[in-house]
């Protein structure tokens, strides 16, 4: 595993999942061969003490978590600690993405994005216990005290890259810290109340490119 996103959703998963794909890793997102990654994690976890035992053919994960109550499927690998350290002690060399931008910004998404916040609120998560989150200071206090712990856990950690999806400069941290070109950059997957146009034509011409990319 080359390199897995422990940041929040609506943080930059999907631009780093496009972006890593276009510089030409196998990255994967949300789900695996029909399966949560999140549960596909927590499986290779427990049942080898790899979590990543279950995506062998996979260079990059950019979004691990899964909250989904009605299927009654609710996985955040990305906030327990443990299974973080977990992931450094099998995978030393893999780099750990802390993906993030304004904590006010990432529970603003969360509000906007469907029932992302209700589902959230329902369900035990790592930092939010069940019932929390349904305000935005609780959402900002659980984003920061994950920062904090992570920057906490991970700070001398040479394989360990916070990376302000907002800066300018990301893609060039980004490139720097895996040793590869990142060519493509941009916001893919906003929020549609707040960027519809970015946020389609971000999202589909990567993945146009790749497609036409085969028949060159």
Request: aromatic share 8%.
């Amino acid at each position: 595993m080359r390199a897995v996103a422990i940041g929040f959703p609506k943080s930059g998963t999907s631009t780093l999942y496009e972006a890593l794909q276009e510089a030409g890793l196998r990255s994967v997102h949300w789900t695996h061969r029909g399966q949560p990654i999140g549960k596909l994690v927590y499986d290779g976890w427990f049942e080898t003490g790899d979590p990543f035992a279950h995506l062998q053919d996979v260079d990059a994960v950019t979004q691990m978590d899964y909250c989904k109550p009605a299927r009654k499927q609710n996985y955040w690998p990305n906030l327990d600690l443990a299974l973080l350290a977990a992931i450094r002690e099998r995978h030393p060399d893999c780099l750990l993405i802390l993906n993030t931008r304004p904590a006010e910004g990432i529970a603003g998404s969360i509000e906007r994005w469907g029932d992302m916040q209700h589902r959230i609120a329902s369900q035990y998560i790592p930092g939010l216990p069940a019932g929390r989150g349904r305000t935005r200071a609780e959402l900002i206090r659980w984003i920061e005290g994950h920062f904090a712990a992570v920057r906490a856990m991970f700070r001398d950690d040479p394989a360990f890259l916070e990376l302000d999806i907002t800066a300018p400069d990301a893609p060039d941290r980004l490139s720097r810290a895996l040793g590869i070109p990142i060519t493509w950059w941009g916001k893919a997957n906003t929020n549609p109340k707040q960027e519809p146009e970015t946020g389609l034509t971000a999202l589909v011409k990567p993945a146009l490119r790749r497609a036409l990319a085969r028949f060159r």
